[in-house]
């Protein structure tokens, strides 16, 4: 996906950039693109993970056809856990903080979640790609698919910590 806040800061027109030079408008405008760019990254994230979960909807239609239907259960699992990491990341909080809110979120908290947030992308890259390749003719299927359902874990566990740095508390 490349870096979303670079892009961000190459596409400001001439009056963000007049504007930048306002004394307390710049550190404003600062933390609504990095607000922007978590919100961006965070969704690519999703579409990941939700291209994953098509696939293994896919692999569950295949195993129904086949009449193998004690990987049913395994694969619709996995499926809802997939599905449950998916709606966390595309609607987590990002960042915002209102005048009266009891969690305030500075710069270097929004730096720490968006660098988060490209690891966490990484992972559901490669959730993605595991999900793409199950077969459900595979002999090993039930063992692939407790891979992809650790790593779904794992990525479900990656996201306190963005929960962390947001809060300061942990689920």
Do not use: C
């Not at 930048?20 to 990254?41: C, F, L, N, T």
């Not at 992972?123 to 090993?140: T, Y």
């Amino acid at each position: 996906m490349g870096d979303v806040g670079g892009r961000i800061e190459e596409s400001k027109n001439w009056f963000e950039r007049a504007a930048s030079r306002v004394p307390g408008y710049k550190g404003y405008k600062e933390k609504e693109w990095r607000r922007e760019a978590d919100k961006i990254q965070r969704r690519f994230t999703a579409d990941r993970l939700e291209a994953g979960r098509r696939a293994l909807e896919d692999v569950a239609l295949a195993i129904s056809r086949r009449g193998t239907l004690d990987m049913m259960g395994v694969v619709d699992t996995v499926q809802r856990k997939l599905r449950t990491v998916k709606d966390r990341y595309l609607y987590a909080d990002y960042g915002y903080a209102g005048w009266f809110n009891a969690v305030k979120v500075d710069e270097v908290v929004l730096d720490a979640m968006y660098q988060l947030d490209v690891e966490a992308q990484e992972a559901a890259l490669a959730i993605e790609q595991l999900a793409k390749s199950l077969d459900a003719d595979s002999p090993s299927l039930r063992a692939d698919v407790k891979i992809l359902e650790d790593k779904i874990e794992a990525l479900d566990e990656f996201f306190a910590k963005r929960e962390h740095a947001i809060t300061g508390a942990g689920r």
